[in-house]
């Protein structure tokens, strides 16, 4: 049974810093991609980031040079730190997991952090 828990959430002012930690158990880690969605109130869920097992981490355009993406295989852990928040960075952030076996797909989900920004 795969499991993903994040941590790390809160509240923040507006140019603050938060780092987001997902822990990964009930599996081998390196098997996934790991990465981080978030969904703002009456918006879709959107990819933040994602990184693969060799480190190859990338990013949506919103989020690219004030964010960064990082996994520890032998911790099974996946972090993401966020730097300069702005106000439009408020939102639910999950955690994901993603292999694939052939052409099926499994993947996992976080029970979700709030990330909360004040102006």
């Known amino acids: 049974q795969v499991q993903l828990v994040e941590s790390g959430g809160g509240l923040v002012q507006t140019g603050g810093s938060l780092r987001l930690s997902c822990a990964l158990s009930?599996?081998?880690?390196?098997?996934?991609?790991m990465g981080w969605y978030r969904q703002a109130p009456g918006k879709e869920r959107e990819r933040v980031a994602d990184i693969t097992a060799d480190g190859t981490a990338t990013y949506i355009d919103p989020v690219e040079g004030r964010f960064t993406i990082s996994r520890d295989n032998a911790k099974k852990t996946m972090s993401l730190q966020m730097n300069n928040l702005k106000p439009e960075d408020a939102a639910v952030y999950y955690c994901?997991?993603?292999?694939?076996?052939?052409?099926?797909?499994?993947?996992?989900w976080g029970q979700g952090i709030r990330v909360s920004i004040s102006s």
């Open positions: 994901h997991a993603v292999r694939w076996i052939g052409t099926e797909k499994f993947d996992y």
């Open positions: 009930g599996s081998f880690f390196g098997w996934y991609i």
